[in-house]
């Protein structure tokens, strides 16, 4: 066990990282964020964290600097479990409880932690560590390694990775290789090969074509998409647009100001029925768009790519004749059509959990094979160990018909394909872009699978978010008193009305989400949730104002 020597060192390197404000700090969504100039102490304690979290599970533990989807100015952390899987809900607490500790009861705090889990802290802490391109990330990667260091932990830091970048890393480590290689050619090569594969024994037909429009989000994203290409032969030619060389990062552009705004981001030519995509700050979520000839913008976000690729994944599995149970999971978000359309069409079960990667992941681990997508663009596939060495077999098994082994080898370069730790904007590029080859899909076909109902997400500044409070994987409010009332009475009113509010875990808004029959009514929907949120749960600023 730890002595006080122990605790008194961490103390003493701490003082280069002072607690300086009072404000309070969740480990939200996903991580803590907030303004970079607010995180330096957070970054010192959440690398001791980190550094304690690989001693009790004998692992690597991964921390990414990153603020996603936010503005530029702000950042944040996300700690990585040893499968590459977001950080366990129990020490969600343990995080928010040390990052708010005052200086002095820092100690203290620390050996609670050391005691009540059990850390042999004799056990050699190792951390790796990477960031996004934000100004601010150098520095605040300074203060983890600062915390790992203050207990005698190793870091191996990777300087700019993308999220699910380092994601990857911390799975191939911890699974011996096994997974991959742990280098940023190690990632390339796996996911170019698998795509490489699939693309090689594939007609490739007349309505798709291999050129891609991307929107890197003036970040990492960009960055990487170009190390990516390099190895696939030329296969797939990306034109990037926001690369970073002149923009700001997600300033009106990036997947989220996509989805949100429905409408293509800046600097990029608008040009009818040309395949486009659009990575988020950290490259960990992907949407795609069109225009049409009359210039209507088309989103195909996450249920788009959810459908698209749960629809793929079954005709594969039915065609290699393996006994597989296959499921999709979504969010509050997903599109009423996208749900109608993957049950009665896909006839794929379907699960519904909170918002965030970390609830969709594990519900899906419940499938052999689970496809989760948030309609922000955030998902990927999960496939148990019993099903990918049942794949293996069955692509190496002479004894199947042509087709079914033919089934089971995409299965198997899909497999190879698809990062399974997170949502990989690269590696859902990837997919998608295998599927649309294979089907000889253009990106109308693909939209024409089924319609989206029309929909309005807002944004609500409260005094305390925590005021809102939700139930049923976050469909309908328990608190404030009266507001669910008051939603349901609008849904009312609206054909195909569907209508909820929560919290946001990583901005200080409470989200409103509407779908109606129609766009006005999506629109109006939206509008009079918002003001019902302003009035009932304490808005600040000015009150929402009527879609124009
Ligand atoms: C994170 C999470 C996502 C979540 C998003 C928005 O994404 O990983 O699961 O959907 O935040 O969360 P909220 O609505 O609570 O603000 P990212 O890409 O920003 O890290």
Same mark, same amino acid.
């Given at each position: 066990?730890?002595?006080?020597?122990?605790?008194?060192?961490?103390?003493?390197?701490?003082?280069?990282?002072?607690?300086?404000?009072?404000?309070?700090?969740?480990?939200?969504?996903?991580?803590?964020?907030?303004?970079?100039?607010?995180?330096?102490? @957070? #970054?010192?304690?959440?690398?001791?964290?980190?550094?304690?979290?690989?001693?009790?599970?004998?692992?690597?533990?991964?921390?990414?600097?990153?603020?996603?989807?936010?503005?530029?100015?702000?950042?944040?952390?996300?700690?990585?479990?040893?499968?590459?899987? #977001?950080?366990?809900?129990?020490?969600?607490?343990?995080?928010?409880?040390?990052?708010?500790?005052?200086?002095?009861?820092?100690?203290?705090?620390?050996?609670?932690?050391?005691?009540?889990?059990?850390?042999?802290?004799?056990?050699?802490?190792?951390?790796?560590?990477?960031?996004?391109?934000?100004?601010?990330?150098?520095?605040?990667?300074?203060?983890?390694?600062?915390?790992?260091?203050?207990?005698?932990?190793? %870091?191996?830091?990777?300087?700019?990775?993308?999220?699910?970048?380092?994601?990857?890393?911390?799975?191939?480590?911890?699974?011996?290789?096994?997974?991959?290689?742990?280098?940023?050619?190690?990632?390339?090569?796996?996911?170019?090969?698998?795509?490489?594969?699939?693309?090689?024994?594939?007609?490739?037909?007349?309505?798709?074509?291999?050129?891609?429009?991307?929107?890197?989000?003036?970040?990492?994203?960009?960055?990487?998409?170009?190390?990516?290409?390099?190895?696939?032969?030329?296969?797939?030619?990306?034109?990037?647009? !926001?690369?970073?060389?002149?923009?700001?990062?997600?300033?009106?552009?990036?997947?989220?100001?996509?989805?949100?705004?429905?409408?293509?981001?800046?600097?990029?030519?608008?040009?009818?029925?040309?395949?486009?995509?659009?990575?988020?700050?950290?490259?960990?979520?992907?949407?795609?768009?069109?225009?049409?000839?009359?210039?209507?913008?088309?989103?195909?976000?996450?249920?788009?790519?959810?459908?698209?690729?749960?629809?793929?994944?079954?005709?594969? &599995?039915?065609?290699?004749?393996?006994?597989?149970?296959?499921?999709?999971?979504?969010?509050?978000?997903?599109?009423?059509?996208?749900?109608?359309?993957?049950? !009665?069409?896909?006839? %794929?079960?379907?699960?519904?959990?909170?918002?965030? &990667?970390?609830?969709?992941?594990?519900?899906?681990?419940?499938?052999?094979?689970?496809?989760?997508?948030?309609?922000?663009?955030?998902?990927?596939? @999960?496939?148990?160990?019993?099903?990918?060495?049942?794949?293996?077999?069955?692509?190496?098994?002479?004894?199947?018909?042509?087709?079914?082994?033919?089934?089971?080898?995409?299965?198997?370069?899909?497999?190879?394909?698809?990062?399974?730790?997170?949502?990989?904007?690269?590696?859902?590029?990837?997919?998608?872009?295998?599927?649309?080859?294979?089907?000889?899909?253009?990106?109308?076909?693909?939209?024409?699978?089924?319609?989206?109902?029309?929909?309005?997400?807002?944004?609500?500044?409260?005094?305390?978010?925590?005021?809102?409070?939700?139930?049923?994987?976050?469909?309908?409010?328990?608190?404030?008193?009266?507001?669910?009332?008051?939603?349901?009475?609008?849904?009312?009113?609206?054909?195909?009305?569907?209508?909820?509010?929560?919290?946001?875990?990583?901005?200080?808004?409470?989200?409103?989400?509407?779908?109606?029959?129609?766009?006005?009514?999506?629109?109006?929907?939206?509008?009079?949730?918002?003001?019902?949120?302003?009035?009932?749960?304490?808005?600040?600023?000015?009150?929402?104002?009527?879609?124009?």
């Amino acid at each position: 066990m730890a002595g006080t020597g122990y605790f008194a060192a961490v103390k003493i390197a701490a003082e280069k990282h002072p607690r300086l404000r009072e404000k309070t700090i969740q480990y939200g969504t996903a991580g803590f964020r907030t303004k970079g100039e607010e995180l330096d102490h @957070v #970054m010192f304690r959440m690398g001791v964290l980190a550094a304690l979290r690989s001693q009790l599970k004998r692992a690597v533990i991964g921390a990414m600097i990153t603020a996603s989807h936010n503005p530029e100015e702000d950042n944040g952390v996300k700690l990585v479990d040893p499968l590459g899987e #977001m950080l366990e809900a129990a020490w969600e607490k343990l995080a928010t409880k040390l990052a708010n500790v005052s200086d002095s009861d820092l100690p203290a705090v620390l050996s609670d932690i050391v005691s009540s889990c059990g850390i042999d802290t004799a056990v050699p802490a190792q951390v790796f560590l990477a960031r996004d391109t934000r100004p601010s990330s150098p520095s605040l990667a300074q203060a983890i390694i600062d915390g790992v260091q203050a207990i005698k932990g190793e %870091v191996k830091d990777y300087g700019i990775l993308t999220t699910p970048q380092l994601h990857f890393m911390v799975r191939c480590e911890n699974s011996q290789g096994q997974y991959g290689s742990q280098t940023e050619n190690g990632y390339y090569t796996k996911l170019s090969n698998a795509f490489l594969k699939l693309r090689g024994h594939e007609h490739q037909n007349e309505r798709y074509h291999p050129q891609l429009r991307l929107d890197g989000a003036n970040g990492v994203g960009a960055l990487k998409i170009k190390e990516m290409q390099k190895h696939l032969n030329n296969s797939l030619q990306i034109e990037l647009f !926001n690369d970073g060389s002149s923009g700001k990062l997600n300033y009106m552009c990036g997947a989220d100001y996509v989805k949100v705004q429905q409408t293509a981001p800046n600097g990029m030519p608008k040009e009818a029925r040309v395949r486009c995509a659009s990575f988020d700050g950290d490259a960990d979520r992907i949407v795609y768009f069109y225009q049409e000839k009359n210039g209507t913008f088309k989103l195909l976000d996450g249920d788009k790519i959810a459908t698209l690729v749960a629809g793929y994944l079954k005709e594969l &599995v039915n065609s290699s004749g393996l006994n597989i149970n296959l499921g999709l999971v979504q969010t509050a978000y997903a599109n009423g059509s996208s749900t109608s359309y993957i049950t !009665n069409e896909l006839q %794929v079960p379907v699960a519904c959990v909170p918002t965030g &990667v970390k609830h969709l992941h594990h519900k899906a681990l419940e499938y052999d094979i689970g496809v989760y997508f948030e309609a922000n663009g955030h998902g990927t596939v @999960v496939f148990s160990e019993k099903i990918q060495d049942m794949v293996l077999m069955a692509a190496n098994d002479s004894s199947l018909s042509k087709d079914q082994e033919h089934a089971a080898r995409r299965l198997l370069w899909i497999i190879g394909l698809i990062n399974q730790t997170v949502g990989d904007a690269i590696s859902d590029l990837l997919l998608v872009e295998t599927i649309l080859h294979s089907k000889g899909w253009s990106i109308e076909d693909w939209n024409d699978a089924y319609t989206d109902l029309p929909n309005r997400q807002l944004k609500v500044k409260v005094k305390d978010r925590t005021v809102i409070q939700t139930t049923d994987a976050e469909r309908k409010t328990t608190s404030p008193k009266g507001l669910q009332e008051a939603i349901d009475a609008l849904v009312e009113k609206y054909p195909d009305g569907r209508a909820f509010v929560r919290p946001s875990g990583t901005e200080d808004i409470v989200r409103v989400y509407a779908e109606a029959e129609t766009q006005k009514n999506a629109d109006m929907l939206a509008h009079e949730v918002s003001v019902e949120v302003y009035n009932l749960a304490g808005g600040v600023g000015e009150k929402p104002t009527p879609p124009q």
